[in-house]
């Protein structure tokens, strides 16, 4: 692939996660439009993110054999068509079919942008570009919104739209079933999966981080209106400035790159997250519900950007950020009814410090893959060793580096080959040496003395 990130990718990725950007106000509007306590709205939304998370477990490692643009445009069809029939229908056994049909679409047309963005020279920059979209679109989105009307017709219509305007656009994708080409050129090795250990760990840790996460985004917009006193359009009006700031800072990020490394990001990012969720949780007025949305949403696609590169990284056919990012849509699954519960059991406040502890907690394991598998931007000089070990596949790791260009940790090591060397012949003596010049004997070397020394009086 080229080094410049195809625009296919891009608008598959904000199609495929405009759904759990816009949860916040689904869920609400399904409580108000539907008469459903807010439990039972934020089961609809963790049903639809589940099937979004069951089509990334589904598709994972078969987008290269089934074909990127079929598959895509598949998921965008089935996307259209079941959050259509949710936003036509208030009948409630048929918007959970809706809900959930729409979302294994969002989930497989996620799966096709995360196989390419893994192939990509710089999968960092590619999901950055992706979470710049996807946050400008939703801004937008609730600005918007909350004047043309309520009921939850209209958010499922916006996502049912955005999968339409995103089919043509797949006709830049590869049509037929062979291997998706690394940057290299080459095609994308098989074999197992790289980096078990780390893969499993910063799966488990994601599915964790975000529910931990979307247990507050699901029920932000609760926080607003019955803690803060807020009316819906000003609580909209924050989440389009906070998603306008997620822009600068995804923007920060992007030009940051890999200069910190990822270890740095993740690990000091996710600690500044937990205090702001324990400060929206909190909020009883406008300051500081405004103050703690705008920050952690902020920071949020921030670390998030970092998170997507260092699982495309974990291997170029992109099974790692598959398998990640569903892990990651199942934790997103449960956030809104896990927060749900937390608030109706023990309030908002209680729930912000323990949603705070947990980040805390994650914010370990993270790290400690991102320093076990690409942590550092630089290698130091003489690491890089004759045989290829884990010195040299730290360069793997490294946002804008080329996919298989160095050996993977705990790869085979060479084969060393002996080769004969001939015998030296002695040293030559310092009789054996002349000055430069014809060959021609006492005389010519006469000859080039005196002419060099006429040259060097002139």
Do not use: K
């Not at 039972?40 to 477990?57: K, P, R, T, V, Y």
């Not at 990020?253 to 690990?267: E, V």
């Amino acid at each position: 692939m080229s080094r410049r990130t195809p625009r296919p990718l891009v608008a598959l990725f904000t199609a495929g996660y405009l759904a759990p950007y816009l949860l916040p106000t689904v869920v609400g509007r399904l409580g108000d439009s539907l008469h459903l306590p807010p439990a039972q709205a934020g089961l609809i939304g963790s049903a639809l993110l589940m099937s979004s998370a069951a089509a990334g477990f589904t598709f994972a490692g078969r987008v290269d054999r089934m074909g990127p643009r079929t598959l895509a445009r598949a998921g965008l069809l089935l996307a259209a068509l079941g959050y259509s029939a949710a936003a036509a229908t208030s009948f409630v056994p048929l918007v959970v079919i809706g809900a959930m049909a729409g979302g294994f679409g969002s989930g497989t047309a996620t799966t096709v942008a995360a196989t390419g963005i893994a192939g990509q020279r710089d999968p960092h920059r590619a999901s950055t570009l992706g979470l710049l979209s996807v946050s400008a679109l939703a801004g937008a989105l609730y600005l918007t919104m909350p004047h043309l009307g309520t009921g939850h017709a209209l958010p499922f219509a916006a996502i049912a739209l955005t999968a339409l305007a995103t089919w043509p656009v797949t006709s830049g994708l590869e049509s037929g079933t062979a291997q998706l080409p690394t940057p290299a050129g080459q095609p994308r090795p098989a074999g197992p999966l790289p980096f078990r250990r780390s893969g499993l760990v910063l799966a488990a840790a994601m599915l964790c981080w975000s529910m931990a996460q979307n247990s507050l985004w699901g029920v932000s917009s609760r926080i607003g209106t019955d803690q803060a006193g807020l009316t819906e359009i000003t609580v909209g009006a924050v989440f389009a400035v906070a998603l306008g700031t997620a822009l600068v800072g995804v923007l920060g990020a992007g030009a940051l790159g890999s200069r910190l490394g990822r270890a740095a990001p993740i690990g000091a990012g996710t600690a500044l997250i937990a205090c702001c969720i324990v400060v929206s949780a909190r909020a009883d007025d406008l300051t500081s519900f405004a103050t703690g949305e705008i920050a952690w949403n902020t920071l949020y696609p921030v670390v998030l950007s970092y998170l997507i590169g260092l699982a495309a990284s974990l291997d170029p056919r992109g099974r790692w950020a598959v398998l990640v990012g569903s892990a990651a849509s199942l934790g997103t699954a449960c956030g809104p009814l896990t927060g749900s519960v937390l608030s109706q059991t023990a309030g908002y406040p209680a729930m912000g410090t323990t949603l705070a502890v947990a980040l805390l907690v994650l914010a370990l394991p993270l790290t400690a893959v991102a320093l076990h598998t690409g942590g550092s931007p630089l290698l130091r000089p003489g690491t890089v060793r004759r045989r290829g070990g884990a010195p040299a596949a730290l360069v793997a790791g490294v946002t804008g580096a080329p996919a298989g260009a160095v050996p993977q940790m705990g790869a085979p090591e060479q084969p060393v080959v002996e080769i004969t060397v001939s015998t030296p012949q002695p040293a030559p003596t310092q009789e054996e040496f002349s000055t430069a010049g014809p060959r021609g004997g006492s005389a010519g070397l006469g000859q080039s003395s005196n002419a060099n020394a006429s040259t060097s009086a002139r």
